[in-house]
């Protein structure tokens, strides 16, 4: 039963929320948001209205995207979300650390508007006091924020409808949905996550094969749903040790496992973020404009170098009884069979009840099923280095080789020319534009940028209509005043 103090709090939190709403949203009035749409009326094959933008995800990076657009005055758009509501993105689902790893003071889905930044809303809850004590983000706060912005700038975002296929089709693309219903855009902006380009990273092993029905229940990706309660009382053994591995490790003993081991190929924990030297607003509007050598020396560095666990996840960790990390240990081969997983290991076998693999994702434009009708076209890094240099970092090889407005790019020129309407927001753009479709610091260059680009395509396709209708516009100004002429009496065109 919540008690009368506690109910005063959330009644003073709510109030302020809503004080807040309505300065935002006077804001953005007096920003005039949302203009007018200014982007002509097409017509598609099924003698419906096209769409202008068909926006893929509605997480962090999609739906900055979408008030972008709306914005801009491109409002003929639609977002769509494969998850309900309340579950976009991983805040809810997959991301099992208490606290983001950013700092508390970044904005990005704010798109600089003060009133919606994140201090903003929290400030509005707990005060100035409130902020000054804050450490960082509670993970489900940046959610309710995130949902709050969404609320606030009166972007419709479509729950429980996943873009199943894309084709093309004539000038445009063809979107089939889950729902049965096909759609025709001129634009579509792939916002669909970190796991969005390629899917999860599955690790090879003899024995072991990810579509194998008996890992249910005893082989989880660190990405996947996990019931962490049924773990309670079981031996863990986690492949990785990097920030979700350690989290999900914390996760299953906080639910009662009895032991959770982390296991590396390294002799030891990665010590450096190195990418706290290029999270600046330099490098996060210019590594997109540096010539090619320069963006696959910074970005096959990033991609080898590694990136620390946050300093809070091995503290929550280290703390916890049942805990430990096994270095220089990789597994050779993974073994399922009724009763639990045999791990064998370079230094020797362990018996496990289940097995997490904390192992990330792929970058691999291949596996993504919706844009199979394309991916065989599509530029890669690989395509635009030399052999040597793509099987040395054949990582880094796999990724799309983007265009500046984060559209994808042809490998044979004229063979899919609908191709550079696909925008890829999402991990996959970090080697051509660095970590700007993902990462919070980046949010507000990389969704400005997508926008954009967006924008001048639009304009520039339709210029002939735009040239024609200022052509035509008739604005009797001096109709009022002793100098008005008609339009049959005037001398010249105006």
Known sequence: MIGVVEAD??????????????????????????????????????????LDVLVVGAGMCGQTVGWGLLREGIRNIRVIERAPHGK??????????????????????????PALTF???????HGRDGWARLYKIARLDWLAYLLWVREVVGLPVENGVALEALVPAGDLLAARLSTGETLYARKVVMANGRDGAGGFRWPRFPSFDPADPRRQGLVHHTLEDIDFDRLAGKRIGVLGVLATAIDNAATALEAGAREAICYARRPHLPQVNKAKGISFPGFQRG????????????YTYMLSAGSPPPHESVLRVQKLPGFSFRFAEPWIDVIIDKDGVTVKTSKAVERFDAVLFGTGFDVDVSRVGELAAFTPNVRLWSDMRAPAEAR??????????????????????????????IHLFNWGSILSHGALAGDIPGLQVGATRVVQAIAHDLFKADAARHVQTMFEQEDPELEPTDYFVPRDKRVGTI
């Open 88 to 113: 976009e993105g991983p805040w809810n689902t997959t991301a099992r650390m208490p606290i983001l790893r950013s700092p508390k003071h970044l904005t990005g889905p704010d798109l600089g508007v």
């Open 287 to 298: 590594m997109g404009v540096l010539d090619d050598d320069w963006r696959w020396k910074i």
């Open 119 to 125: 201090r903003a809303w929290y400030e509005a809850q």
């Open 9 to 50: 709090s959330i009644a003073s939190r709510a109030a302020g929320l809503a004080a807040l709403a309505d300065a935002a949203r006077h804001d953005l009035a007096r920003l005039n948001y949302p203009p007018a749409n200014w982007v002509p009326e097409h017509v598609g094959p099924d003698g419906r209205r096209v």
């Open 392 to 421: 040395a970092n054949a990582e880094a090889a796999l990724y799309p080789y983007l265009g500046p407005g984060f559209e994808l790019m042809e490998r044979e020129a004229g063979r899919t020319p609908r191709l550079a309407d």
